[in-house]
């Protein structure tokens, strides 16, 4: 069965720091196409940062410069690593895989088929 487990997230104030952790099980992460999603109240689910098997990133305009993502190979797992952290960071971000999509779909939530379980992000003074 294929999983993906996360954890990191919670209060953090603006201009602050936080990582979030998604472990996979069941498969290896490294063989699949990895993205970052957030969905904030009220809107649609949104691709923050995500990345091809062959290491091509993709990153949501509100993020760029802010947001990178790392990959654990030994522990199956990736990382996304958030600076500068604003209000309207604040939502549940969501690491998601798929085996394979065309790079022009890298960061559309619609195309992955594998998600964790989400982790609430709330960036407040």
């Known amino acids: 069965q294929l999983q993906l487990v996360q954890s990191g997230g919670g209060l953090v104030q603006p201009g602050g720091s936080l990582i979030l952790s998604c472990a996979a099980s069941?498969?290896?992460?490294?063989?699949?196409?990895i993205g970052w999603f957030r969905q904030a109240p009220g809107k649609e689910r949104e691709g923050v940062l995500c990345?091809?098997?062959?290491?091509?990133?993709t990153y949501g305009d509100s993020v760029k410069g802010r947001f990178t993502i790392s990959r654990d190979n030994a522990k199956n797992a990736v990382y996304l690593q958030m600076s500068s952290l604003k209000i309207e960071d604040t939502a549940v971000y969501y690491c998601?895989?798929?085996?394979?999509?065309?790079?022009?779909?890298?960061?559309?939530?619609?195309?992955?088929?594998?998600w964790g379980q989400g982790t609430q992000v709330t960036v407040s003074s």
């Open positions: 069941g498969f290896t992460l490294d063989d699949y196409v």
């Open positions: 998601a895989a798929v085996s394979t999509i065309p790079f022009s779909r890298l960061c559309v939530p619609e195309t992955y088929n594998t």
């Open positions: 990345i091809s098997r062959r290491g091509l990133a």
